[in-house]
């Protein structure tokens, strides 16, 4: 059985990635089944740390994940391999949505928060981003020309994009082979948007 507490983070993803983070903590305890509308301020305090917690569920084993493939990726000595470092970014995340087949709203909450300037930062300092924090030296080694801000609009298409791919899953038609090919053509896209210039 699902506790309150996942019950109350799925129910938020869900809300914020259809109406934005305008939705009150109330609105998401109705939505979670919470008979106790405080609900929400008990395991999470407010908002902010609701947005922290939902950061955290998703992020702690997609950072694993990336650091994983990372560790994979060391001791075959493919530091410099572009495509492989692309796959230690893309890739997770990816598996994610592909996974939850548009069960999880992930992605499209994420899509929401970056467009409302929840993300002011690069590279992130936070203890669940430190695969990026560890992948991006390696892409800067083989692209010593790389910016920051290219690396920021290689994060904004991908997780625009994923998010997509997440919302398409209730479309007629559009299932996992669909889904995989959109992923692996992101792939190819972020690689282009890395190398371009």
């Known amino acids: 059985m699902m506790r309150a507490r996942e019950k109350i983070l799925n ?23 919470q008979r106790n509308h405080s609900a929400v301020q008990y395991h999470f305090g407010d908002k902010s740390g609701l947005v922290d917690a939902l950061y955290e569920f998703r992020m702690t084993p997609l950072n694993l994940r990336r650091r994983e493939l990372l560790a994979e990726l060391r001791v075959s000595g493919r530091e ?28 499209r909450f994420s899509s929401r928060y ?29 692209l ?24 398409r899953f209730g479309d007629p038609g559009f299932g996992r082979g669909e889904a995989a090919a959109a992923a692996a053509d992101l792939r190819v896209t972020a690689t282009a948007l890395l190398t371009a210039g």
């Not at 572009?82 to 992605?107: N, T």
């Not at 409302?116 to 991006?136: A, K, M, Q």
């Open 11 to 33: 129910a938020a993803a869900r809300l914020f990635a259809e109406r934005g983070l305008g939705v009150s903590l109330r609105e998401i305890a109705v939505e979670a089944a």
């Open 114 to 142: 970056v467009l409302s300037g929840g993300y002011r930062h690069w590279p992130f300092s936070s203890d669940h981003h430190s695969g990026v924090n560890e992948l991006v030296p390696l892409l800067h080694a083989r």
């Open 80 to 107: 410099g391999d572009l495509p492989a470092l692309v796959e230690c970014f893309v890739g997770p995340l990816s598996e994610h949505v592909l996974d939850h087949r548009g069960e999880s709203w992930y992605l």
């Open 144 to 167: 010593p020309d790389l910016t920051g801000e290219r690396l920021r609009v290689v994060f904004l298409h991908t997780v625009m994009v994923l998010a997509d791919v997440e919302q």
